[in-house]
Structure formats: structure tokens, C-alpha cells
């Protein structure tokens, strides 16, 4: 996924030379608290916060010139970058948006954390059985029952518990991402279980070959 697939193409921009006063009612009506600041060629200069409005009104200045965050102090990310790299510079430097340019330095839409955090909420909301359908495709020649079959082991090791083939296909029929990821303890130990599944899978099929 590329960061143009999940940013904001629906956003407002200023130039350095308009007013503040005019820029405040701008986000205002538009519900921004940030902005790009652009020159006459749409490509970003600056970027300002309501913050950053804020004070600029208080302290009497005049235009965004005089309050923006030039555009070699600013995150940024390009459309092409993975969209991953969005969330992680918008984490780690704790933002609330990001803006998003071109090869041309051109300003093309921007990440907001709300993107983010709708994209992130409609992963979580795949059903595990389409991991799973995803895991048969892959390991050519692999059944849904043998999958299954694979699971309830590895399941039964994990919590020390006898569960039957059936029970586990059932237990994820309508379970989602989300809910197996609180379920098993974190992302990290759901795929170490999926990559556990998948070994233990090949090793069934390995022993039966044998014999």
C-alpha cells in the first residue's frame, strides 16, 4: 500500500502572503488544524498548525509567512512512499498530519492520523478464515482441514489445552484480525503462530510421505 492509497486528497492549502485573520476563518470553516503552506505553483514551502494561528493572532503578526514551519523543518512523505512510513513518521514524531508531495515538490494530498487510524481499523476487521484462505493458496497442495488440523495443535501447545480441528475452524469462523490479535497477545505472537501453523503443516505432510 503507497501512501497516495490512504491520504487525504480533499485538503486546503495557503500561500505565505495571505492574512492570518483570513487563514483562521479558512480552517475554521473547513475543520483543518493544519495546512500546507504552497507558492503559486503548489509546491510546499511551509506548513502551518491552528497552533501556530493562534499565536500569530495573540503576538499581532500578520501573515502565514510569519508563523510557518519552513518546509526543511517539516515531515513530509512522498505519494510513492509505503504507507507504512506515514504512520511511522506521524508515530514517532507524534503529528497530527503529513504532508504529501511529488518529484516535483508538489503538495499531492496530505496524511492525517485519522487516515490512518480508519485504515488501520478496516485491517483489523478482516476475518482470520481469509488469512487462513490466503495460507492455502500459498502452501501448494495443502488442504483447509490440514490447516486446520495444524492449528489445533499448535493451539493445544500454546495454552495447554486439547481442542479439536473442528472447534478451532469454528472458534475463527467469524473472528477478526483485531480480535486474534488481542486473543493470542500482541501481532508479533499471532504471526509467530501463523508461521508455527504453517511449519507444522509441512512437517505433517513431510512424516506422511515418509510413511
Given at each position: ?21 483570513e ?97 488501520l ?25 490440514e ?8 493451539t ?30 500482541g ?25
Amino acid at each position: 500500500m503507497k501512501v497516495k492509497e490512504i491520504m487525504d486528497k480533499e485538503f486546503i492549502d495557503v500561500s505565505p502572503d495571505q492574512g492570518l485573520i483570513e487563514v483562521s476563518i479558512k480552517m475554521e470553516k473547513h475543520k483543518k488544524f493544519t495546512t500546507p503552506v504552497v507558492d503559486s505553483e503548489n509546491h510546499l514551502v511551509g506548513w502551518i498548525t491552528s497552533l501556530d494561528v493562534t499565536r500569530g493572532l495573540r503576538e499581532n503578526l500578520k501573515t502565514v509567512s510569519d508563523i510557518m514551519h519552513p518546509k526543511d523543518d517539516i515531515v513530509h512523505v512522498h505519494e510513492n512512499d509505503p504507507a507504512r512510513l506515514a504512520v511511522l513518521e506521524t508515530s514517532h514524531h507524534k503529528l497530527v498530519s503529513i504532508p504529501v508531495i511529488d518529484d516535483n515538490d508538489v503538495v499531492m494530498g496530505v496524511v492525517r492520523s485519522f487516515d490512518i487510524v480508519e485504515t488501520l481499523s478496516q485491517l483489523y476487521e478482516i476475518k482470520v478464515s481469509k488469512i487462513f484462505e490466503a495460507m492455502e493458496q500459498e502452501l501448494k497442495g495443502v488442504s483447509w482441514d490440514e490447516l486446520m488440523e495444524a492449528s489445533a495443535i499448535v493451539t493445544r501447545r500454546r495454552i495447554g489445552k486439547r481442542i479439536k480441528p473442528q472447534e478451532y475452524e469454528k472458534n475463527i469462523k467469524d473472528a477478526t484480525f483485531g480480535e486474534a490479535i488481542w486473543a493470542t497477545g500482541g501481532l508479533e505472537k499471532f504471526f509467530v503462530g501463523l508461521i508455527a501453523i504453517g511449519e507444522m503443516v509441512i512437517a505433517r505432510k513431510v512424516a506422511r510421505a515418509r510413511n
